[in-house]
C-alpha cells in the first residue's frame, strides 16, 4: 500500500480538547491497522478514565472512507457519550454527511466547516 494511502492517527492535546487529525484509507481493508492505533492514542491519552472532553476530529487527510468505517465511528461516539466526552468533526467527506443525514444524526454529530467554527461549539457546549 502506498504511503499515502496507509491510514494513520495522530493526537494532540492542549488542556481538555484532543485534536485527532486522520489520514489516509479507512475502510473494510485497514480496519484492523486503524482499530490498532485508535486504541493506542485512547491509551496513551488515558481518554476513557478522563470526563468532559472535547474531541475534534480532522478528516483532512483521509483519502477514503467506507460506510462500515462510518458506522464504526458512530459507535464509538456512543462509548465518549458515556464519558460526557463530545466530539466535532471537521473536513468530512461528503458520504460522512450523507450517511448522517440518512440517519437523522445532524443533532448527534456534530460536523463543522472549520476549526475555529468547532473550537468554538466545543468550547460553548463545556459551559
Known amino acids: 500500500m502506498d504511503d499515502d494511502l496507509k ?3 495522530i493526537a494532540t492535546e492542549k488542556d481538555d480538547f484532543i485534536i485527532v487529525e486522520m489520514g489516509g484509507v479507512l475502510n473494510a481493508s485497514t480496519a484492523p491497522e486503524s482499530r490498532k492505533m485508535i486504541e493506542a492514542i485512547i491509551e496513551k491519552h ?3 478514565k478522563r470526563r468532559n472532553l472535547k ?3 480532522d478528516y483532512k487527510q483521509v483519502k477514503d472512507v467506507d460506510s462500515s468505517t462510518i458506522a464504526g465511528i ?3 461516539i456512543n462509548e465518549h457519550k458515556k464519558h460526557y466526552h463530545t466530539i466535532a468533526f471537521i473536513n468530512v467527506p461528503e ?3 450523507s450517511i448522517i ?3 437523522k444524526l445532524e443533532g448527534e454529530v456534530l ?3 472549520t476549526e475555529k467554527e ?3 461549539e466545543l468550547k460553548k457546549k463545556s459551559q
Open 7 to 9: 491510514p494513520f492517527f
Open 46 to 48: 488515558e481518554i476513557y
Open 55 to 57: 474531541i475534534l476530529v
Open 74 to 76: 458512530l459507535d464509538r
Open 95 to 97: 458520504d460522512f454527511k
Open 101 to 103: 443525514e440518512i440517519n
Open 111 to 113: 460536523i463543522f466547516d
Open 118 to 120: 468547532a473550537i468554538l
